[in-house]
């Protein structure tokens, strides 16, 4: 393969069909049919592939400076990224599970995912104008950085380290637990449990819906926040926060500081630690029983 540099228009369906190539373009191919191959482009060097149709699995798994642009890659295309190193995917659509694991340096652009289990132990991870939709997406992901993301699953964001996430809507539950140094900026987090366990999140002109969020967090920062449904929330928090309209309940925060225009409840007893945080609600302390 080391001679070809392009291959165009043509039907791929056997074993490791393009195996370890190198400086090759890939253009309206489709990696298909009733050979069933696996590991199409395997051990790839420096592969752009463009405007092709994939339904085998694992197409790309060991490939370094790999850019995948215009593609589809179906539900049958199970786990087509695996201990890649760089890899841009720009304009794709993409259904297929457990997306992306171990990789290193990954941009994802302008495309329309669907994966359970995306990005785990993965490395790098940039993404923006996306669409992605997954259960347990980025578990033990570290270094993401998110902009217009559009994403819903359960369970996302869990155990990542270092992420930066902004202007995206999150559909979740159990999201960002035990998490360390996480920021989200100007983003819409909808769901339940948000945050448990948590270190360093920090929440930046955010709106935050659903139940019982960001208990047993340490060194949590809420700046201009707003919140809906948001019951029992900061229980056990170690919390800085500014929230701008109505708390539904606040409970047994640990410590810290709580600013909010108003709030409909705060809980502060049959607490097992001993909790010292300062809660001030339309002006006035609360911070009291």
Same mark, same amino acid.
């Given at each position: 393969m080391k001679k070809i540099d392009k291959v165009e228009n043509l039907r791929f369906g056997e074993e490791r069909a393009l195996y370890g190539a190198r400086d090759l373009l890939v253009v309206g191919c489709? @990696? !298909? +049919? !009733? !050979? %069933? +191959?696996?590991?199409? =482009? &395997?051990e790839g060097r420096r592969i752009t592939v463009r405007d092709s149709y @994939? #339904?085998?699995?694992?197409? @790309?798994?060991? %490939? *370094? #400076? =790999? *850019?995948? &642009?215009?593609?589809?890659? *179906?539900e049958t295309c199970r786990a087509p990224f695996w201990y890649d190193r760089n890899v841009t995917l720009d304009g794709c659509k993409m259904h297929g599970v457990k997306a992306f694991r171990e990789c290193r340096g990954v941009d994802v652009r302008k495309s329309d995912v669907v994966s359970p289990e995306f990005g785990w132990r993965s490395r790098g991870i940039t993404l923006s104008d996306t669409t992605l939709s997954g259960e347990y997406a980025f578990l033990f992901a570290r270094g993401i950085v998110a902009h217009n993301l559009t994403f819903s699953g359960k369970y996302s964001f869990q155990y990542v380290v270092d992420a930066e996430i902004a202007d995206s809507t999150l559909d979740t539950k159990d999201a960002f637990w035990h998490t360390k140094n996480v920021t989200v900026r100007d983003s819409v987090i909808r769901g339940e449990y948000l945050g448990w366990y948590s270190e360093n999140l920090t929440l930046i002109r955010c709106k935050i819906i659903g139940t019982q969020p960001l208990c047993y967090c340490r060194n949590l920062t809420l700046v201009d926040c707003e919140t809906e449904g948001c019951d029992f929330s900061f229980e056990y928090s170690s919390v800085t926060a500014t929230v701008r309209g109505d708390v539904l309940s606040i409970k047994n925060p640990l410590s810290g500081r709580i600013v909010c225009d108003s709030a409909g409840e705060i809980i502060l007893k049959d607490t097992v630690y001993p909790c010292d945080c300062e809660i001030v609600v339309g002006g006035e302390r609360r911070d009291h029983l």
């Amino acid at each position: 393969m080391k001679k070809i540099d392009k291959v165009e228009n043509l039907r791929f369906g056997e074993e490791r069909a393009l195996y370890g190539a190198r400086d090759l373009l890939v253009v309206g191919c489709r @990696f !298909e +049919g !009733e !050979e %069933d +191959g696996e590991s199409a =482009l &395997k051990e790839g060097r420096r592969i752009t592939v463009r405007d092709s149709y @994939f #339904a085998l699995r694992y197409p @790309f798994w060991h %490939d *370094t #400076a =790999l *850019t995948v &642009k215009n593609c589809e890659m *179906t539900e049958t295309c199970r786990a087509p990224f695996w201990y890649d190193r760089n890899v841009t995917l720009d304009g794709c659509k993409m259904h297929g599970v457990k997306a992306f694991r171990e990789c290193r340096g990954v941009d994802v652009r302008k495309s329309d995912v669907v994966s359970p289990e995306f990005g785990w132990r993965s490395r790098g991870i940039t993404l923006s104008d996306t669409t992605l939709s997954g259960e347990y997406a980025f578990l033990f992901a570290r270094g993401i950085v998110a902009h217009n993301l559009t994403f819903s699953g359960k369970y996302s964001f869990q155990y990542v380290v270092d992420a930066e996430i902004a202007d995206s809507t999150l559909d979740t539950k159990d999201a960002f637990w035990h998490t360390k140094n996480v920021t989200v900026r100007d983003s819409v987090i909808r769901g339940e449990y948000l945050g448990w366990y948590s270190e360093n999140l920090t929440l930046i002109r955010c709106k935050i819906i659903g139940t019982q969020p960001l208990c047993y967090c340490r060194n949590l920062t809420l700046v201009d926040c707003e919140t809906e449904g948001c019951d029992f929330s900061f229980e056990y928090s170690s919390v800085t926060a500014t929230v701008r309209g109505d708390v539904l309940s606040i409970k047994n925060p640990l410590s810290g500081r709580i600013v909010c225009d108003s709030a409909g409840e705060i809980i502060l007893k049959d607490t097992v630690y001993p909790c010292d945080c300062e809660i001030v609600v339309g002006g006035e302390r609360r911070d009291h029983l």
